[in-house]
């Protein structure tokens, strides 16, 4: 009995302090608002915006940037400019940015007129012919993803930032995707369909 109650007390312990705390996150988002904006509505093209993305993801996302670091790239997701940032964070620190950043809210895109038809077409639907799954299925109609399963909300992100992550996913230069899935997707993508999602979801709210 007495260790089954060290046991909740050590699970109550942790789970207190793996929560983020989003007005702590604030605090420690200075060095992040010069690549990720003030409150994570990035106006840099080639940076994502982290506002209104979902905790959990933001989370992965950091933890697999500072295992890129300490394993050179082998594990995880690797950036220079990431694997600098995350290089002194805690996993308290980590937990407190992403409860910011989930809170903050995102300011809709747009989808250019020549990117529609293509876009819509394979995130509505995908191409059955060539086994590519719609993207709706696992980021919804708006792109909103969902929070418990993991997947990302891709809503208004940066056109130039969606572009480089799905050719770095068709390359296999990105790896952290759960099952593969985006690798599977990417790698059946041209250029010009990938130029087409990466601007059509700026558009999706």
């Known amino acids: 009995m007495k260790r089954l109650a060290l046991l909740l ?5 942790f789970t207190a302090f793996a929560q983020g705390d ?3 996150g604030k605090a420690k988002s200075a060095t992040c608002a010069a690549c ?11 940076n994502p915006s982290l506002a209104g993305q979902h905790e959990k993801y933001l989370l992965k996302q950091l933890k697999e ?21 995350v290089a002194a964070l805690s996993e308290q620190d980590m937990a407190d940015l992403a409860a ?5 809210t995102a300011k809709p895109g747009s989808t250019p007129e020549s990117s529609i038809e293509i876009g819509r077409e394979l995130y509505m639907a ?13 980021h ?7 929070a418990l399963s ?7 992100q940066n056109a130039d930032y969606m572009k480089a992550q799905l050719m770095a996913f068709r390359d296999g230069k990105r790896n952290n995707d759960l099952n593969g899935m985006m690798r599977i997707v990417a790698q059946k993508l041209s250029d010009k369909e990938i130029e087409a999602i990466s601007n059509y979801v700026g558009g999706l709210h």
Request: aromatic share 6%; glycine share 20%; proline share 4%.
């Open 9 to 13: 007390t050590l699970f109550a312990s």
């Open 140 to 146: 919804g109609p708006r792109g909103n993803g969902t």
């Open 65 to 85: 940037f500072k295992l890129g670091m300490t394993t050179g790239g082998v594990q995880g997701r690797n950036n220079a400019v990431m694997a600098g940032m």
């Open 150 to 156: 993991g997947f990302p909300k891709i809503s208004g």
């Open 126 to 138: 995908g191409d059955q012919e060539r086994g590519i799954a719609a993207c709706i299925a696992c």
């Open 22 to 24: 989003a007005e702590a």
């Open 100 to 104: 910011y950043y989930a809170s903050q």
């Open 36 to 46: 990720h904006g003030a409150d994570g509505n990035s106006v840099i093209p080639a």
